[in-house]
């Protein structure tokens, strides 16, 4: 076979080119590589607070170093929900939508392997990372880099004359010099949790830069939404077994447990945090933890955490993704007197990006139900709802999943 996937692709783009024209119908050159792709695509656009428009918009050219992909799906995170509530990055219109997958439907010809060094095929399967390539150490937001507002910040940057520019979509096109991984070994559901799950793969691979987090710790993780829970399997991934989730809701606990937490504790049932304390000790037979991770947004949480981690131990604050306010905590008895050492943890590196590919298969390898994380699905024609079902917080992630 010589022809190759550009020539194919001239071939059915003048084949279509020749129907829309209204001329007779030519028989189309068989090639199972080559996806029909139609002349117009759906964006979901923010058009104000708490308003989404599904507009259709022209298919753009795809350059040398495009690439142009089908989405299947798009997880709601909750910088989207902040967007679509407040507006705080003063993006509106925007096409928002930063943690989707597709299908690789048509790349330009300069386009030859992803950010790993992969081989990259019309028909592979994709994510976007949110990092220039060119430092893989830097965290997605750090100012100092020109990475806010570049290329590769699909899902939340400001519209253009392309217009496809988030997964909330039916396409996406991914620009030349963008961060995009194949990912084709690993299931939908698995590649819309990539990215939150890269969160905590960086949280793990921080707390383990203090020495202390071990293969036998007892740790406990307080908080147990979607990033306590992915926590836990992080942990779990790394043969850590012995693990106290901490939350106020019974059904998460439950599925703490199946996410491989050993025991919970729910803390509505105790009064004040010595009992609360002596609760987790109770589950740690006896022992406070050696290492503790503080995964929601409530600052008396904060203050409360240091009262469950044993003297000499650690702690890892990822919680505070956004300002959610002060937390009032004794310098005295919390951390100088039990030389408890911290580590601060936000967003993620390219790094830790691809880790999140292996982590995803090893979970899986071992029976964890990640995929159960997604609990609600909705087409891209009610994304609106979607949205205010992640907003009610009944769920856990919500997701569009296109057809
Ligand atoms: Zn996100």
């Known amino acids: 076979m010589t022809i190759n996937e ?4 001239a071939l059915v783009k003048a084949v279509l080119d020749e129907m829309s024209k209204g001329q007779p119908q030519v028989a189309r050159p068989a090639c199972s590589s080559q996806k029909e792709i139609p002349k117009t695509a759906r ?27 089908k989405v299947e799906g798009c997880g709601i995170c909750g910088t989207d929900a902040h967007e679509f509530k407040r507006d705080p990055f003063g993006l509106i219109p925007v096409a928002l939508g930063h943690e989707g997958t597709g299908e690789i439907v048509k790349m330009g010809k300069n386009v030859k392997k992803d950010s790993a060094g992969k081989d990259l095929h019309v ?38 004359d ?9 396409y996406i096109l991914i620009r030349e010099g963008s961060t995009v991984f194949n990912v084709s070994d690993l299931d939908l559901y698995s590649r819309i949790l990539i990215e ?38 992080v942990l779990r991934t790394m043969g850590i077994e012995n693990i106290v989730a901490i939350d106020g809701n019974a059904q998460r606990l439950e599925f703490a447990n199946e996410m491989g937490a050993t025991k919970s504790v729910n803390f509505q049932d105790y ?21 503790a991770f503080q995964c929601t947004g409530s600052p008396v949480a904060h203050s409360n955490i240091y009262k469950f981690i044993r003297n000499g131990g650690g702690l890892c604050e990822l919680g505070f993704f956004i300002n959610g306010g002060d937390a009032t905590i004794n310098p005295h008895f919390d951390i100088c007197a039990k030389e408890i050492t911290t580590v601060g943890s936000w967003v993620y590196t390219l ?11 090893r979970a899986k390898g071992i029976g964890l139900p990640l995929e159960k994380l997604i609990t609600d699905t909705f087409p891209l024609e009610e994304i609106n709802e979607a949205h205010q079902k992640n907003l009610a917080m009944t769920g856990l992630k919500i997701a569009i999943i296109n057809k």
């Open 162 to 170: 392309i217009h496809l520019n988030g997964w909330f979509a039916d």
């Open 6 to 9: 550009k020539d194919v692709a």
């Open 123 to 160: 028909g592979d399967k994709v994510v976007t990372c949110m990092i220039f390539k060119d430092n893989p150490d830097i965290t997605m937001f750090d100012l100092n880099k020109q990475n806010v507002g570049g290329a590769d910040v699909y899902g939340l940057l400001p519209d253009d």
């Open 271 to 291: 009064k004040g945090i010595d009992a609360l304390a002596g609760a987790v000790a109770d589950r740690f037979d006896g022992h406070l933890a050696d290492f």
């Open 351 to 361: 790094r830790d990006y691809a880790t999140t590919f292996d982590f995803l298969k």
């Open 43 to 69: 964006v979901a656009m923010l058009t104000a607070l708490e308003k989404y428009e599904i507009k259709e918009f022209p298919m753009p050219e795809v350059g040398d170093g495009d690439i142009l992909v």
């Open 196 to 233: 939150p799950a890269a969160v905590l793969v960086h949280a793990v691979e921080r707390a383990k830069t203090t020495g202390i987090l071990r293969f036998n710790s007892r740790v406990a993780v307080q908080g147990c939404g979607p990033i306590g829970l992915i926590c836990i399997a």
